[in-house]
């Protein structure tokens, strides 16, 4: 079960909602939001693109019989931002 429809449920069940909301809700949820209430924000403004830090290393070592090493890879930036703000919590 995916998080909003979890969330749609705990709703019901605090009572924070009617029945007929939450179906409404998960039927929407299950359109892929077209049902129901449209998103405000998602006419106005598109949706930016993912950013990547790119690494590029193109190494040539002298005596390595297989040739240069290359190394080329995508890491997104949200990951980067996790990994920054998981490394905060932890104590020194």
């Not at 007929?20 to 405000?40: H, K, Q, T, W, Y």
């Not at 950013?51 to 290393?57: E, I, P």
């Not at 080329?72 to 905060?88: D, E, H, I, T, W």
């Amino acid at each position: 079960m995916n998080e909003n429809r979890m969330q749609v449920l705990q709703m019901l069940a605090a009572g924070q909602i009617t029945a007929e909301e939450a179906e409404r809700l998960i039927a929407a949820l299950e359109n892929g939001g077209s049902a129901g209430v449209p998103d405000a924000g998602a006419e106005t403004t598109p949706k930016a693109r993912p950013k990547y830090l790119r690494v590029l290393v193109e190494a040539e070592e002298l005596g390595n019989a297989h040739g240069p090493t290359k190394v080329n890879v995508r890491v997104p930036m949200q990951l980067l931002r996790a990994g920054v703000k998981l490394a905060n919590l932890i104590p020194a």
